[in-house]
C-alpha cells in the first residue's frame, strides 16, 4: 500500500470519529494540526507516516472527549494494522498521542517524546494560541458553561492532571494565564517557536483590549 493511500484512509477515519465534535477539537483542527505537522516536517528528518498519522490520530482516544479511550484506542490499532503499518510504528503513534497533551507536563512530568511525537506537539500547541486559540478557548470555555471571566477568581498554578480538568474552577480568561501564555516557551523545535512568537503577541493584545473593555475604560 502506498503511502498517500495509507494518509488517505487514515484522514477519513479521522473524519468519521471527529466530525461531530463541537469542542474545537473538530476535524477543522485535525487538519490544521496536519497541516503544521506537514509544514514543520520540512525543516526536519522524520517519518512522514508516523507523524501525519499521530496528527490524524491525536484527539481521537483523548479522555477529555471520549468516555472509553481505551476502545477507541483498540480500535485505532486495529485499522492501522489493517493499513499495513509496521508494529514498530503502530507502537510509536499511540506512544505519541498517549503523551501529547499539556496535563502530561503537570506534576513534573515530561515524557520524553520521539522527534514526530515533538512535531505533532508543536503542531497541535500551535493551534491552540494565536487567533485561532483565543477563539477556541471561547468555543471550549462554551461548550463547558465555564464562565468568560471573573476578577475575583485568580489563575491557578496548575499541578496535576486532575486540577487541569476540573473546569469548576476556571475562567475562560483564566484559560490564557493557566496554559495558552505558557506554550510558547514549551516548544520543542525552533520553526514552531519563531511561529508563536507572533501568535503569543496576538493573545497578549487581546488580554489588553478585553481587560479595558471588561472595565469600560475609553
Do not use: C
Amino acid at each position: 500500500m502506498q503511502l498517500e493511500e495509507q494518509l488517505n484512509n487514515i484522514r477519513a477515519f479521522s473524519y468519521q470519529k471527529m466530525k461531530k465534535d463541537s469542542t474545537g477539537h473538530g476535524f477543522d483542527h485535525i487538519q490544521r494540526v496536519v497541516n503544521m505537522s506537514t509544514e514543520l516536517l520540512a525543516h526536519l528528518s522524520a517519518d512522514k507516516l508516523v507523524t501525519l498519522s499521530a496528527a490524524y490520530l491525536h484527539d481521537v482516544a483523548d479522555d477529555k472527549l471520549t468516555t472509553d479511550p481505551a476502545a477507541l484506542e483498540k480500535e485505532m490499532i486495529t485499522f492501522l494494522q489493517a493499513n499495513y503499518l509496521s508494529q514498530d510504528q503502530i507502537n510509536k503513534i499511540i506512544f505519541i498521542t498517549q503523551n501529547l497533551s499539556f496535563s502530561k507536563t503537570l506534576g513534573g512530568k515530561k515524557p520524553q517524546l520521539p522527534l514526530e511525537g515533538q512535531i505533532v506537539q508543536d503542531a497541535d500547541r500551535l493551534d491552540a494560541i494565536g487567533a485561532i486559540g483565543i477563539t477556541r478557548a471561547i468555543y471550549y470555555g462554551g461548550a463547558h458553561a465555564e464562565k468568560i471571566y471573573d476578577p475575583q477568581i485568580s489563575p491557578r498554578q496548575l499541578k496535576s492532571k486532575k486540577e487541569y480538568r476540573d473546569l469548576s474552577q476556571e475562567t475562560v480568561i483564566n484559560h490564557f494565564y493557566e496554559k495558552l501564555l505558557k506554550i510558547k516557551d514549551l516548544l520543542n523545535t525552533s520553526a514552531a517557536k519563531e511561529i508563536a512568537s507572533k501568535r503569543h503577541q496576538v493573545m497578549l493584545t487581546f488580554l489588553t483590549d478585553f481587560k479595558a473593555e471588561w472595565n469600560a475604560e475609553k
